[in-house]
């Protein structure tokens, strides 16, 4: 599945370079079927991540067992860095996919720790940007912009194109801080105004470029 375009997404991609390059010297390949846990919440963040194919999603149980959803990761996509020794999230396959995993400490070892150390530290920082952006989106948004601004995050820019989600209504809501319901709500309004057209449950294409963009500004 193509990586989506996130308007979220830090522009620096240096630290990521390094560490990419470390964790596919060193690492090892998993797969893990669709539902599959990868890591654990509150389990030792001792360990670096890429995702080689499929979708990986991180997400965290409260104590009412209400689930919030921290971040979807791509083919690509570095994931598993945390400013303490545990994850707050933990992290599972959304759907088939294979993931590289390598230690932290081999990595270290190999590249010199002051190097690994600065580029871990760029990774978390950018990681810590785009939970802010997810902050942003939870707490200044209507339902209508929060579910706009999503789609717009994961759309093709080709009006020609369907994107296909590969996340359920549920998983949606969960990151979004809304009911399915209202998030299916919003999802019919934003077709019956002909800004987006699903052809299916989970394949969209946008129709109104300008005013999905002005949801997520």
């Known amino acids: 599945m193509d990586k989506p375009y996130s308007p979220f997404a830090a522009d620096d991609r240096r630290p990521a370079a390094i560490l990419i390059d470390a964790v596919e010297r060193l690492g090892g390949s998993m797969r893990f079927s669709r539902d599959e846990e990868i890591y654990a919440q509150e389990e030792d963040a001792d360990r670096l991540y890429r995702v080689v194919s499929g979708v990986v999603r991180t997400s965290r149980f409260s104590a009412d067992g209400r689930r919030q959803i921290g971040s979807f990761y ?33 990595i270290a070892l190999a590249a010199g720790t002051d190097k690994i150390d600065e ?15 997810h902050v942003v989106l939870l707490c200044r948004r209507s339902a209508k ?34 009911s399915m319901e209202t998030v299916s709500r919003m999802l019919t309004r934003l077709q019956d105004e002909a800004i987006v ?14 005013a999905l963009a002005a949801m997520a500004a």
């Not at 579910?147 to 990151?175: C, I, K, W």
């Not at 052809?199 to 300008?210: E, I, L, N």
């Open 74 to 106: 791509y083919a690509g996509d570095l994931f598993g860095f945390e400013v303490g020794s545990r994850h707050v999230f933990a992290a599972e396959a959304l759907t088939d996919c294979e993931v590289r995993v390598a230690r932290r400490g081999a």
């Open 119 to 133: 580029a871990i530290l760029g990774a978390t920082q950018m990681e810590m940007e785009r939970l802010q952006a």
């Open 145 to 178: 912009e929060r579910v706009g601004a999503f789609l717009a995050a994961h759309a093709r820019n080709d009006p020609s194109a369907e994107t296909e989600l590969p996340m359920s209504r549920q998983d949606m809501a969960d990151y979004l801080g809304l």
């Open 197 to 210: 057209d699903f052809g299916s449950t989970r394949r969209f294409q946008v129709r109104r470029w300008p």
